[in-house]
């Protein structure tokens, strides 16, 4: 059983940058793969991110290559997504996600674990 718990969503202007945290408890072995994704008023959750658990490689939706950045602290059972030069089409809830497997995927229902989500409004 693996519990998630998101942080440091905000409001932010365009432009603007912000990093989001996300911490395991529970069974959080190194080895879950863990991914970012985002959710819309009225929208299907989407990918964004994903980070595998066995070399640290990752990958990226197309609308935030270049601009958004995930990592991981295994030590603390961390996740991170840095951002970066915001839009306002980046506003969303932001949720944390693991996968009982190393490799990474961009489907939301390939994870098994979420996070209750946090809120990143950027402003025009």
């Known amino acids: 059983q693996v519990q998630l718990v998101e942080s440091g969503g905000g409001l932010v202007q365009a432009g603007g940058s912000l990093r989001l945290s996300c911490t395991a408890s529970?069974?959080?072995?190194?080895?879950?793969?863990m991914g970012w994704f985002r959710q819309a008023p009225g929208k299907e959750r989407e990918f964004v991110g994903t980070?595998?658990?066995?070399?640290?490689?990752?990958r990226y939706a197309d609308s935030v290559k270049g601009r958004f950045t995930i990592s991981r602290e295994n030590v603390k059972s961390t996740l991170f997504l840095q951002m970066n030069s915001l839009k306002p089409e980046d506003t969303a809830v932001y949720y944390c996600a693991a996968r009982s497997y190393s490799l990474t995927s961009p489907n939301v229902n390939e994870y098994d674990y979420w996070g209750q989500g946090t809120q990143v409004t950027v402003s025009s």
């Open positions: 529970g069974r959080t072995p190194s080895s879950y793969a």
């Open positions: 980070i595998s658990g066995s070399n640290a490689g990752t």
